[in-house]
């Protein structure tokens, strides 16, 4: 999938350098293993959606630069020549004084959400035509690319994206942080900065997961251990709505957006019949569970935000379960030793 130089000062400016290649290196990770039908898709939409963003902004920025130009400061009275003069013909009331322009565009009361992205449609969503539909809608152009959205909506702190327009996530976000930041440890580092630090530490383990644990990608002698980190990750409490299979009449649509519906009981059955095979086969499917909830709900959802939490369960499972088999391999290797000599 092509992505835009993570070294462009103008991408995501509040995040240090570190931040930004954890950011790819991420968005890289959580798309290894999805279909590659979704990630054409992927492709296609980011394309799509790069021009629309392009194509609003220049709206927005023309609709600005209008109703700047027809503003007229009650401060600042029309000039006159000096060497004109009033004249009123007796018996006829003073000239009406002009109406004030209206201005550029005005905000919709009622939102205008654009039908969701069609890639066989090539006339479809591809940007809104004025500045007050865009104003008024609630959604961005990375909104109404379902697939695209749903990469930025499974991406956790401290690598947030900025939420939608008229997005509640935003003031969520931002009470959490007021919330943080007024506790603080004996070394004076805010509760918020020991969390980043933490969440950054999470995100390098998982990358170098592979690299750093070979039994990660080495398929086990028997599916057991397997089953067992299924099993728990799927009494968490987050994991209660991914446990079966969505149901197409409490969900309508879903079917048409969702090609490739999983959830957790069918994982467990391809870990038993073998159509899983290691664990990293395990998070990839995992991960497509999490895909798929965040394209239909969108990334500014209750669902959404339920997602997050679960995959950020699923990363702390992972990483523990995987470090315990490491150790457990480790031992029964010197046991194996001394027991030889």
Sequence with gaps: MAMSNPNDPRLMPDLSKEEKDLFYNSMFRITDGLPSHEL???????????????????ILEAAIKAQDEMKISPDQPETKNENETETETPGTAPAAAPAPAPPAFSISP???????????????????????????????PLDRYFAVSALL????EPLDTPPPPHSGL????????????????????????????HSVDKYNKMLRLKELNELYTHKPGDNAAMLALVKRISNHRTATVFRRPVNPLEAPGYTDRILFPIDLALIKKMV?????????????????????????????????????EFENYVD??????????????????????????
């Design 40 to 58: 054409q898709l992927i492709r296609n939409e980011s394309i799509e959606c790069e021009a629309a963003l392009q194509k609003e902004i220049e």
């Design 110 to 140: 009622i939102p205008i959400i654009p039908p969701e992205y069609d890639s066989t449609n090539s006339t479809a969503n591809k940007y809104l035509p004025t500045a007050e539909r865009i104003v008024a809608s609630e959604l961005s």
């Design 153 to 156: 909506g499974r991406m956790r």
């Design 316 to 341: 702390d499972s992972f990483i523990d379960f995987m470090q315990k088999q490491k150790d457990k391999a480790a031992a029964a290797a010197v046991a194996g030793i001394q027991q030889a000599t």
């Design 170 to 197: 935003a003031r969520i976000r931002l009470n959490a942080i007021a919330v943080l930041e007024k506790k603080k440890n004996k070394n004076q580092v805010s509760a918020l900065q020991t969390r980043k630090i």
């Design 272 to 308: 038993v019949c073998g159509a899983i095979g290691t664990f990293e086969d395990l998070y990839q499917h995992i991960g497509l569970i999490c895909h798929n909830c965040v394209k239909f709900n969108g990334r500014d959802s209750d669902y959404s935000m339920l997602t997050r």
